[in-house]
């Protein structure tokens, strides 16, 4: 193998990353939300006891989780070179949680 | 790579077997000054979800989310702007693989989705104005509308967005001054599917739990 088919294959490897991360986030995207949803369904099922509260705050990790997920592989947010945007978007989220806490606050107490 | 259109003749650029998005100095910018637009969705969005969450059982003795909403159609929702996020995914794909024709078949597919998506909520809002559940009937009806429908009007705008790009292309080509466009298409398509999540998860699940 001669110094530039090594330099291509490597080029080639870098640039085409191929489908499978992006498919593998939605697979993992869909589970996470049928979770959510028998997790509900469950919940409102005729004999079942489970604490509301520990339902609600089980589907909101899993979006969070989910989130995150959709902003590293869809957004590659996980590739180099992405200083800024995760800057930017922790200020958004920093903001955002900020005013649902106040939110929350409000209502709680 | 020699059939298509480098608009770099300074050569700001990286070398050309770089992602064409980020050939030139000008795309860059687009492309990170675009998540701080995003930054800024995330305040939006937040605040909308703030002022829902805060008066979500306000219903004014109206229709209460669990009288209203339905898994199935939540669950519709929700599997055709996951497939259509996957598919902007596959867009973009077949643009860092120079497949023009790809491309465009894939973002076509999108844009369809997005269209069945705001086909489903236009559909569900006129059953809940239906059952007395509207914009001024609650502080629930304002603030699920106000979250729900801005939204649902980011879709619509996505829609307008990506079927001008898929036009633009056909006239143009694939350049490096069109493809940071779709990259950031792309990118706020993906954070309408990502506040989505939010939305079936606190608006609908939750409501429904009551």
Redesign the interface.
């Known amino acids: 193998m001669s110094d530039q088919t090594i330099n291509s294959t490597v080029r080639k490897k870098h640039r085409h990353e191929g489908p499978r991360n992006h498919v593998l986030a939605f697979a993992l995207s869909i589970i996470l939300t049928a979770l959510a949803f028998l997790a509900v369904s469950y919940t409102l099922a005729e004999g079942t006891h489970v604490q509301h509260w520990f339902v609600q705050m089980f589907i909101v990790s899993l979006a969070i989780f989910q989130a995150i997920i959709q902003l590293a592989f869809w957004m590659h947010m996980k590739d180099k070179g992405h200083g800024w945007p995760i800057v930017f978007i922790i200020m958004g989220v920093v903001v955002a949680f900020t005013a649902i806490a106040s939110a929350l606050f409000w209502v709680w107490y | 790579m020699s059939n298509l259109t480098h608009a770099d003749p300074h050569g700001h650029g990286l070398p050309p077997?770089?992602?064409l998005e980020r050939a030139t100095l000008e795309g860059r910018n687009k492309i990170?000054l675009f998540?701080?637009f995003?930054?800024?969705?995330?305040?939006l969005?937040?605040?909308l979800?703030?002022?829902f969450?805060?008066l979500r059982n306000s219903t004014l003795g109206g229709p209460t989310g669990s009288d209203l909403f339905d898994?199935i159609l939540v669950?519709w929702a929700?599997?055709i702007l996951?497939v259509s996020?996957?598919t902007s995914?596959?867009a973009v794909?077949a643009m860092?693989?120079h497949q023009v024709g790809k491309m465009q078949l894939w973002l076509v597919v999108t844009v369809l989705l997005g269209i069945a998506f705001a086909a489903l909520e236009i559909y569900e809002f006129q059953h809940y104005i239906h059952m007395e559940h509207t914009f001024v009937s609650s502080a629930f009806g304002t603030s699920y509308y106000s979250l729900v429908g801005f939204h649902g009007a980011h879709v619509m705008f996505g829609v307008f967005w990506i079927t001008t790009l898929i036009l633009q292309i056909m006239k143009k080509g694939l350049t490096t001054v069109t493809a940071p466009k779709v990259y950031v298409a792309s990118?706020y398509w993906?954070?309408i599917?990502?506040v989505w999540?939010?939305i079936?998860?606190?608006v609908y699940?939750?409501g429904?739990?009551?």
């Open positions: 077997e770089g992602p990170t998540w701080l995003l930054g800024a969705e995330c305040v969005f937040g605040t979800f703030a002022t969450i805060a898994l669950a929700t599997i996951l996020s996957l995914v596959f794909q860092h693989s990118l993906h954070f599917d990502v999540v939010f079936f998860t606190v699940l939750m429904i739990m009551g």
